[in-house]
Each structure stands twice: as C-alpha cells, then as structure tokens.
C-alpha cells in the first residue's frame, strides 16, 4: 500500500494512518485482509536539490539553504532520471557491478566496484547518491557516472550521516523523467492524478 498527502509533512508533525484495507479490491483477484493503523512524528525537513545540468546538489534543511555539493552524474547514455526521488535504502558499503544494469563488467563501460562508500538508494534500477574518489575532479563540472550521483567521499560521508530513509531529492536537468514504480514514485504526480488511482477512491 502506498499513500501520501497533497504537500510534504511539516517538520514536527504528528501523524496517524488508518489503513481501512480489508476487503478493498486491489485488482487481478486480490483484496486487502486486513485493517492497519500506524502512527509517527515527521523530523526535520531535507530536501535535497539536484542540479544535472550544473552539477550541484543544494541541501535543504527546514527550507533554508544549508550546504552546497559539488557532483557528477549520468553521462550521454547513462542520463540521471529528474523528477523526485526518495531515499529508499543506505548502505555504509556497497558492491557496485554493471552486471545489475545489463553490461559486461569486464567491457570498456563495465565495472565491479567493491565498497562503495556512503551509498544511499534512491531507484530500484540503480540510482544511488555515493562517494566517488575517482571522479573528483569531474564533480561540479561535468556528468560522468553510469547514472548515480557522485561526490567526494568526505561529502557523501556528511551527507550519509545527516540524512534519514524517506529523506526528498529532487532532480532537475535532463530529459529523462522518474516513474512512479522506480522506487518511492509517488511525489512525481499531481495529488489531483495520485487521487484518481486510489483503490478507496
């Protein structure tokens, strides 16, 4: 089940959702069977705002603008998608190989990456915000990555550690556009358009 609300929570809200799910038709034959309720506090705003085309993410913090971030990322081919993300996973060290995303690893644009540092995921097709000591000298200039979202490891690391699951990057930049399925889609439609696919609708 996935819900959201018209605008992001702000921070400080106490938040509850019942789930009135039992019986409601998902489709395909099946139903919900069961009734939830959960309930939470929203933290501190983060927003973070990437731009692919100047290759800086801005972070945004309670809405005032508190750290700027050279990065790299998808070179021609490999295009960053824009739209709005959400931090999905985060792993302190992350193998990163090709093989995932169709290529070789042993080709000229494959690679086999052992301990990726700082990797926050942000697509289930393998978009990541993570350290890349390699491509430094590329980071707030030009685009470089297979798609991910590179920055000197002394930066993802602040990054890594200020930011939470659930956390917003929003995209802007480049021609191809996130999917509401590839990952926490969710914010990339209007609530007039999410409301309309609702199952209690």
Not at 28 to 45: A, C, E, H, K, P
Not at 79 to 104: A, F, P, Q
Request: glycine fraction near 10%; charge should be negative.
């Amino acid at each position: 089940m996935h819900w959201r609300p018209a605008a992001y929570w702000k921070a400080g809200t106490k938040v509850t959702v019942n789930a009135d799910i039992n019986g409601v038709p998902a489709g395909n034959g099946i139903y919900g069977q069961l009734d939830r309720s959960t309930s939470f506090d929203v933290g501190d705003s983060h927003v973070y705002k990437v731009n692919i085309q100047t290759d800086h993410l801005h972070v945004f913090d309670n809405g005032r603008l508190t750290r700027t971030i050279p990065v790299t990322t998808g070179m021609p081919g490999f295009t960053t998608r824009s739209g709005t993300k959400v931090i999905i996973e985060k792993d302190r060290y992350h193998t990163m190989n090709s093989e995932t995303i169709g290529i070789d690893p042993n080709s000229a644009l494959g690679y086999n990456i052992k301990n990726v540092e700082y990797a926050m995921r942000l697509t289930y097709s393998g978009e990541f915000l993570h350290a890349a000591p390699w491509s430094v000298a590329d980071q707030g200039h030009s685009n470089v990555s297979h798609g991910c979202t590179g920055m000197s490891t002394a930066n993802a690391g602040w990054l890594y550690n200020h930011s939470q699951i659930g956390d917003v990057v929003q995209y802007t930049g480049s021609h191809v556009h996130m999917t509401l399925d590839n990952g926490y889609g969710d914010w990339n439609e209007s609530f007039a358009q999410y409301r309309q696919g609702s199952a209690l609708s």
